[in-house]
């Protein structure tokens, strides 16, 4: 028997002019894309913007459904809409924010289990990381490498093959 240990490293950011000009850019174009939400249910509004290896910025926002599950997350809609116009095309960098009409969020958002899956998905195919930025309305923001580090033991596709 033997007790393992996992350790991920990330950065905090006390204010937004901390980051560099194509991090800050990135960042806005979340919270515009935030700004257009579909959250009648929730009132969490969410925004994630991916900067593509062309230069391109792709944007999404949570779109929520009156059946509930029939909804989806920021970063899916985001990172699907990537998918579908820019295959091929690596994603260096996706920015997440959120923001509610019944408080105030000082804390960068966690992503959800399903998006980190999705992520991931993007990383393993391009196999290059994706660097995640990650804020709140206001607060520190926090800045991790690679999804990989988000989601430790992700389910891979070796696990679909015999003798691997
Ligand atoms: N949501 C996102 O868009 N991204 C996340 O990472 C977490 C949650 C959305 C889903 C739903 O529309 C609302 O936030 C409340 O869960």
């Known amino acids: 028997m033997k007790k393992q240990e996992l350790k991920i490293s990330f950065t905090e950011y006390e204010t937004e002019n901390e980051l560099n000009a194509e991090e800050q850019q990135l960042l806005q174009k979340a919270r515009s894309a935030s700004d257009l939400a579909y959250a009648p249910y929730s009132n969490f509004h969410v925004g994630a913007a991916l900067l593509l290896e062309n230069g391109v910025i792709v944007s999404g926002n949570n779109q929520e459904n009156v059946a ?30 959120c923001k509610s009409k019944q408080f105030h969020v000082s804390e960068p958002l966690s992503p959800c289990g399903a ?28 800045v991790i490498d690679s999804m990989a580090d988000l989601l430790p033991f992700a389910f891979k596709a070796e696990e679909l093959k015999k003798n691997r």
């Open 115 to 142: 998006c980190r899956q999705a992520i991931s998905e993007y990383e393993m195919r391009y196999k290059s990381n994706i660097k995640m930025i990650l804020a709140g309305e206001t607060g520190k923001i926090r």
């Open 68 to 97: 509930y599950p029939s909804g989806l997350c920021a970063e899916r809609v985001a990172i699907y809409a990537a998918g579908a116009s820019y295959p091929d095309v690596k994603i260096k960098a996706i920015a997440v924010t």
